[in-house]
């Protein structure tokens, strides 16, 4: 059973701050990872995706991967009021298998 | 996700009724996917088209849903008598597997079932 966890939140960070947003999954065999945001009453957005081992870094956004603890994170650096949103984990195995999302992270930045 | 066309973006339904929610993927694009949002929930996976073929309906519910993606055309999801429980957000996602695995969503179809 191929299965994504993330903590529902909501995660509340001041304005300015680091945001730090986890997710786990629960097969070796996952091949690429992704990022999506989603405001409420809209339609997931793609931040970013990260294959590799390691982080990768796009803008105020980093992505970290470490497949031997089968974890990847996202960070937001300079959190603002406009990062408050539904952040979605996804998960793809290869081949023609479907993305596999968590239930999503609420984030609140406080101004 | 601009590209991805879904429509209608709100649809409401009397229980029974059907329910066509359509799908034009991005330019070039090849596939599509289907997937189905509750309220509070995540996004499950339903279906995985390409043109004239069903890749993978594992997540599809075993009765009243259907889905097609036409050599000409939208792909199309159809609920049949639909109950309140079908009430969510369908999201559309277009996928070209040449560029890898990134998919990109439409702005999602309102189901409400009254």
């Known amino acids: 059973q191929k299965e994504v966890e993330q903590n529902s939140g909501p995660l509340s960070v001041p304005e300015g701050a680091i945001a730090s947003l986890n997710c786990t999954y629960s097969?070796?065999?996952?091949?690429?990872f992704f990022w999506y945001r989603q405001y409420s009453g809209k339609s997931p957005e793609l931040i970013m995706f990260i294959y590799s081992n390691g982080d990768k870094e796009d803008g105020r956004f980093t992505a970290q991967l470490n497949k031997a603890s089968q974890y990847v994170s996202l960070l937001i650096r300079d959190s603002q009021p406009s990062d408050s949103a539904t952040y979605l984990c996804a998960v793809n195995w290869g081949g023609n298998t479907p993305l596999v999302f968590g239930k999503g992270t609420r984030l609140s930045v406080i101004a | 996700n601009a590209g991805v066309m879904q429509n209608p973006r709100h649809l409401v339904r009397r229980r029974g009724q059907e329910a066509r929610l359509r799908c034009s993927p991005m330019?070039?694009?090849?596939?599509v996917y289907w997937y189905r949002q509750l309220p509070e929930e995540g996004l499950k996976f339903m279906v995985y088209l390409q043109k004239e073929n069903i890749i993978d309906e594992s997540g599809m519910p075993k009765e009243r849903f259907s889905a097609e993606f036409p050599k000409e055309g939208p792909s199309i999801l159809r609920i049949q008598q639909v109950v309140r429980g079908d009430s969510a957000a369908y999201f559309c996602a277009s996928h070209l597997p040449a560029t890898g695995n990134t998919i990109y969503f439409g702005e999602g179809s309102w189901l409400t079932v009254v």
């Open positions: 097969d070796r065999g996952s091949q690429s």
């Open positions: 330019k070039g694009h090849s596939h």
